[in-house]
């Protein structure tokens, strides 16, 4: 007690010091407005000081509350706050980032190019927004003067990435046994599933990287169908190591951190190369910007593939299947598809196939996915007496309100089977999860058997009574 009040108040002493300097430096950044460049150089690191300060104490703070927490009840009550602050955080600035990245491709491909543009414009475009009018152009390769003041966009992406890479670890990685390892599919030690999650994300950057700096990158159909090749690969290879679950994040997970990794090694070195040319009045290598644009319409169209999978794990009839990466590369291909008839439609390019293939293609897999109709034998009159022995022996050691799992300690999901009611109420779910995509028990560590999928599902059928 003694030792955890000292903690807590050395901890937030500093913490308190580091805001109040983050004011101090914010207001000596208003003042330095006239400064000159070395002067804010050296104004800015300091403030990354601190900011990196601040953000280690914070963790400090989390993780000593953990250590603290850990193995009370307190410690699933903790997590569950994380994982709300992380997510809430990591959708925030995933919107922020994707909605830059559809505004910028939009603008791109919307631009006026014929129409009173001036020599050293590629376009112009005049939009009406929350009351008022805009009115934007588009260099061709750099204004002679550089601007003052230069927005750049790139925190948006670094933060949906910092964010979401603490969300794996909050969900996935702290819980790896649970979360990430599926013994049915691969035996493997929590340190090396999460070796093999982190490692494939620098894998499939170097494979990805080495693709675009070969002559593939300038025929963009071939370029297309190899890299979805590659990506069906590791929708493959996550299946065959993870759990179900795991296994379609660490696919939204890799390609998030190649949509990162494209403007954190690309797109911002190529614009910071451009302003530093276009500061010195040198010409502006115009390769740089098209490198850039490659790479920024490669993450316009991962966006769609990396939303569906931020929400899959809503929908077990898509992870839960039996080929659930191949499910997942169609749906990844189909709304690849949706995305490129928006990007041509916005250039003016109507198509005629592309949104119906892409739409069909998503259609094939809903009814691909579709149960199958059942037609092992069913006893008459299945009894609950029955069912509710599997439900006791293959359920509550998680779906009660004292669960005896060594992982939940609350019924996850608030899912209870302590009375028949709970059990009567959940009918549906528990067909969907348990008879159906078998995503339930959890990793089937309770070992239910095909037999006793078959007298939930019989029982359920005949309508679900309770005698
Ligand atoms: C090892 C623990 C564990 C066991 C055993 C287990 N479950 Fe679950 N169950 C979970 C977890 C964790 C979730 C929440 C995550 C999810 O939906 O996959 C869950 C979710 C569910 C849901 C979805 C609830 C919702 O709101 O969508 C249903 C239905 C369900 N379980 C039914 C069952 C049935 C029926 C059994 C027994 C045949 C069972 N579970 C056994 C851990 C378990």
Redesign the pocket.
């Known amino acids: 007690m003694m030792v955890n009040v000292l903690v807590y108040a050395v901890l937030g002493l500093i913490l308190v010091m580091l805001v109040v300097m983050t004011y101090q430096f914010h207001h000596l950044d208003k003042q330095s407005q006239d400064a000159g460049d070395a002067q804010k150089d050296q104004l800015h690191l300091s403030q990354g000081f601190i900011y990196t300060c601040l953000v280690l104490v914070v963790m400090a703070l989390i993780a000593y509350t953990w250590y603290s927490a850990k193995g009370t009840p307190y410690e699933g009550h903790l997590m569950e706050w994380l994982n709300i602050v992380v997510r809430l955080m990591h959708i925030t600035f995933g919107i922020a980032w994707i909605g830059a990245s559809f505004y910028f491709v939009f603008l791109e491909n919307a631009l006026n190019r014929t129409e009173n543009v001036r020599d050293e414009l590629a376009g112009n475009l005049w939009a009406v927004h929350g009351g008022g009018f805009y009115y934007l152009e588009k260099y061709k390769v750099a204004p002679k003067t550089l601007p003052k003041h230069l927005h750049w966009f790139k925190y948006e992406a670094y933060f949906t990435w910092i964010s979401g890479f603490s969300l794996l670890f909050v969900v996935y990685y702290f819980n790896a046994k ?1 979360m990430l390892v599926d013994t049915n599919v691969m035996n493997l030690s929590a340190a090396a599933a999460i070796g093999i999650g982190i490692g494939s994300f620098v894998i499939a950057w170097i494979l990805y990287d080495l693709l675009c700096k070969s002559p593939l990158i300038k025929k963009p159909f071939l370029f297309s169908i190899v890299g979805f090749a590659l990506l069906t690969g590791f929708a493959y290879f996550y299946a065959q190591v993870f759990n179900s ?1 795991a296994a379609y994040i660490h696919f939204g997970a890799m390609i998030g951190s190649l949509m990162a990794a494209n403007v954190f090694f690309v797109i911002i070195p190529a614009q910071k190369a451009m302003v530093a040319a276009a500061k010195i009045g040198q010409p502006v290598d115009p390769s740089y910007g098209k490198k850039a644009l490659a790479r920024s319409l490669h993450n316009n169209y991962f966006t769609l593939p990396v939303l569906f999978v931020m929400v899959s ?1 809503h929908f ?1 009839s898509t992870f839960g299947n039996q080929y659930s990466w191949a499910v997942l590369a169609a749906i990844s291909l189909g709304t690849a598809g949706v995305k490129h008839y928006l990007n041509l439609k916005e250039k003016g390019q109507y198509n005629v196939y592309i949104l119906p293939a892409s739409v069909g293609l998503l259609l094939a897999v809903s009814f691909v996915t579709a149960p199958q109709k059942n037609t092992d034998e069913c006893k008459p009159n299945v009894s609950f007496a029955a069912v509710n022995a ?2 006791q022996s ?2 509550v ?3 009660s309100s004292k ?1 005896t ?1 060594d ?2 300690t609350a019924p ?4 209870v ?1 302590d009375t028949p009611q709970d059990i009567v109420k ?1 009918k549906d ?2 067909m ?3 008879v159906i995509t078998k ?5 089937n ?2 070992n ?1 058997t095909p037999e006793e999928r078959n007298i ?1 599902r019989c029982w359920i059928e005949q309508g679900a009574i309770v005698k």
Not at 412 to 415: A, H, L, T
């Open positions: 649970a679950r794990n077990p599997i439900i293959r359920c050691q998680c779906h669960p799992d992982v939940y996850p999901n608030g899912v089977y959940k779910l528990i969907q999860r348990v995503t339930m028990p959890q990793n560590k309770t239910i939930l």
